[in-house]
């Protein structure tokens, strides 16, 4: 009888924490969860690097910075508090052992970076767990069915009151998390207050320092954003795919291709350092994610002076797999692409797509799935007939490898 008391109590517990596991809530997109790692991505003269600034469960604690580059690259940290003004500051190298920050308080922060005399401000917030009065009711209704268990075993007396006890509070703990999902979230600590979803669209401007720069020179070529509604500077960016902005920079007739992640270098303000090799009209297309709103697609154009120049960015590929083999407007089509060596995930996917119509009208960017160990498979729709340039972008062997093929759309 006492076994089979036992028995029942630890089933019907069981069964409660199989429940709990296969009810967790899902992730949310392009939204950093308290305690989960922050990973942005962006382009300094000396190269692309990745930083990633680790979750903290508690504070005051260490908050750790790691770099991630092709090339080495040396970076001086400091990161400042926007509620009291506190600042810490370290160094870290690429791809060695992360940096060490002290964070006394949840709440927004920014980290500055220097790269030689580079400097971007990264805006986030540092959060920790939070807990509601939902979560503290289901722990302690699981762990006073646990002690009246533990309780009955040592005692060798499993009585119908204690198993009555256990199985209640068992009740009360599986309740409590089926109501999980319809009750309050739990706010963690530091988070920002709640806005109205639907912001306005940013506006854009596109300008360079100097004015007409020469191919085979470097230049700034910054984008400031403002308000739809207030013209104040738009300093909301979501990090969505490891960069709080995209930018896509291609001649007029495709044969240059840039895909960079410009830095923040004052609110409303991107700027990130290029070298052109050929003269000519170029296009510019930034993708942007504002807080609690949706994505959005800016654009500007300017000219280079020179003469042209050896460009060994891209290279061409192999006419990929097309199906269907000739691609219809309005409808999908799926293409697949041989790739060079293992596949290593760049912005969080094994692969990027980005097609731009003749015209420069049209750009889209879609993301690829790896179909087996050396071939990516993109699947998009493509609005208008006509021919489209294609770029596909993917790392492998530590490289950053950039493919461009043309595609030809039937009515």
Request: aromatic share 4%; glycine share 10%.
């Amino acid at each position: 009888m006492l076994m089979k008391a036992i028995n029942g109590a630890i089933r019907l517990l069981t069964v409660a924490w199989l429940l709990v596991l296969s009810l967790s809530a899902p992730a949310q997109a392009h939204v950093v969860q308290a305690g989960a790692d922050l990973r942005v991505t962006q382009t300094f003269a000396a190269g692309e690097v990745t930083l990633v600034i680790s979750g903290v469960s508690q504070v005051p604690s260490a908050l750790r910075v790691a770099a991630e580059a092709a090339d080495p690259v040396s970076l001086q940290l400091e990161l400042r508090s926007l509620t009291d003004g506190g600042r810490s500051a370290d160094s870290v190298r690429a791809g060695k052992e992360s940096a060490a920050l002290r964070v006394t308080h949840a709440g927004p922060h920014e980290l500055y970076v220097r790269a030689d005399d580079e400097v971007s401000v990264i805006p986030f917030r540092v959060l920790v767990p939070g807990s509601t009065p939902w979560t503290m009711v289901m722990d302690g209704a699981f762990l006073v069915a646990g002690l009246l268990l533990v309780g009955g075993v040592l005692a060798i007396s499993m009585s119908r009151l204690l198993v009555s006890g256990a199985s209640a509070a068992a009740a009360v703990a599986v309740t409590v998390m089926l109501l999980g999902p319809y009750l309050s979230p739990a706010q963690p600590g530091g988070a920002a207050p709640v806005a109205e979803p639907g912001r306005p669209y940013a506006q854009g401007r596109f300008s360079t320092l100097p004015a007409l720069p020469a191919t085979g020179t470097e230049f700034t070529l910054t984008l400031r954003l403002a308000d739809g509604a207030t013209g104040r500077p738009v300093d909301d960016l979501a990090v969505h795919h490891e960069a709080p902005a995209h930018l896509v920079v291609t001649s007029q007739d495709g044969a240059v291709f840039r895909h960079v992640h410009p830095l923040r270098t004052a609110p409303g303000v991107l700027a990130v350092r290029l070298s052109l090799p050929r003269p000519g009209r170029y296009l510019a297309y930034a993708e942007i994610e504002r807080q609690q709103s949706g994505g959005q697609l800016l654009t500007g154009a300017f000219e280079v002076s020179g003469t042209a120049q050896p460009d060994v960015s891209v290279q061409e590929v192999a006419m990929p797999s097309l199906t269907p083999s000739a691609p219809v407007a309005g409808s999908p089509v799926t293409i697949e692409v041989a790739t060079e060596g293992q596949i290593q995930l760049w912005l969080g996917m094994p692969g990027h797509l980005v097609v731009r119509s003749r015209d420069g009208a049209h750009l889209a960017h879609a993301h690829g799935t790896a179909a087996g160990p050396s071939a990516l498979r993109f699947t998009l729709t493509l609005p208008e007939p006509g021919r489209y340039l294609v770029w596909v972008q993917y790392a492998a062997g530590g490289r950053l490898l950039t493919r461009p093929f043309t595609m030809e759309v039937d009515r």
